[in-house]
């Protein structure tokens, strides 16, 4: 069993910043990756920035340039650093880990961004 606890998100005026975190426990091995999507009202769930085994990364279109992602290994850990924060980032963003053949998602932690 794996557990996946977030922490991070808030509110936040435009050009702010907020860093998002996810911590992995349990039965943890063979992480391949660990990312972030988000999902606003009416949306579907989207890829926001991911990290992969050998930390390659790779990001929306929209966040390049904004959002930075990174891990610690040591605490089974991803971060998403996000930086002059808009009003359309506002949404729940979830973190994903990918063990083995196996998914698990975070519960969600809500980010909004005031104009």
């Known amino acids: 069993q794996v557990q996946l606890v977030e922490s991070g998100g808030g509110l936040v005026q435009a050009g702010g910043s907020l860093r998002l975190s996810c911590a992995a426990s349990?039965?943890?091995?063979?992480?391949?990756?660990m990312g972030w999507y988000r999902q606003a009202p009416g949306r579907q769930r989207d890829l926001v920035a991911r990290?992969?085994?050998?930390?390659?990364?790779n990001y929306a279109d929209s966040v390049k340039g904004r959002f930075t992602i990174s891990r610690d290994n040591a605490k089974n850990t991803v971060y998403l650093q996000m930086n002059s924060l808009k009003p359309e980032d506002t949404a729940v963003y979830y973190c994903k880990v990918v063990l083995g053949l196996s998914v698990y998602w975070g519960q969600g932690t809500q980010v909004t961004v005031s104009s």
């Open positions: 349990g039965n943890i091995f063979s992480i391949k990756s």
């Open positions: 990290i992969t085994s050998d930390d390659s990364t």
